[in-house]
Nanobody, 114 residues
Framework: QVQLVESGGGLVQPGGSLRLSCVASGSDFKTYAMGWHRQAPGKQSELVATITTDGTTGYAESVKGRFTISRDNIKNRLYLQMNSLKPEDTAVYYC????????WGQGTQVTVSS
């Protein structure tokens, strides 16, 4: 089973940028479609970006044009470049397959505030 560890979150002002990383253990990473999910207090979890095994990407309307998902199958890493951040992007961000079937990591907190 793939183990996931997220990093790269922090406090950023509105309009700023962050790059999240997710490292996956095991040799099966390249066989999984992956995604970034986020959980804000009092809100339902949201799948904000996905990437297939061949690199096709998809985005929620709420982040389209601002976030970019990518993956490095050699390094077993998943990335999320987040630009033009807004206060409503504040959440804990998790990497997982789009359906959330893998074991969840601890997530990384992103706070957008002035």
């Amino acid at each position: 089973q793939v183990q996931l560890v997220e990093s790269g979150g922090g406090l950023v002002q509105p309009g700023g940028s962050l790059r999240l990383s997710c490292v996956a253990s095991g040799s099966d990473f390249k066989t999984y479609a992956m995604g970034w999910h986020r959980q804000a207090p009092g809100k339902q979890s949201e799948l904000v970006a996905t990437i297939t095994t061949d690199g096709t990407t998809g985005y929620a309307e709420s982040v389209k044009g601002r976030f970019t998902i990518s993956r490095d199958n050699i390094k077993n890493r998943l990335y999320l470049q987040m630009n033009s951040l807004k206060p409503e992007d504040t959440a804990v961000y998790y990497c997982n397959d789009p359906a959330g079937f893998l074991t969840w990591g601890q997530g990384t907190q992103v706070t957008v505030s002035s």
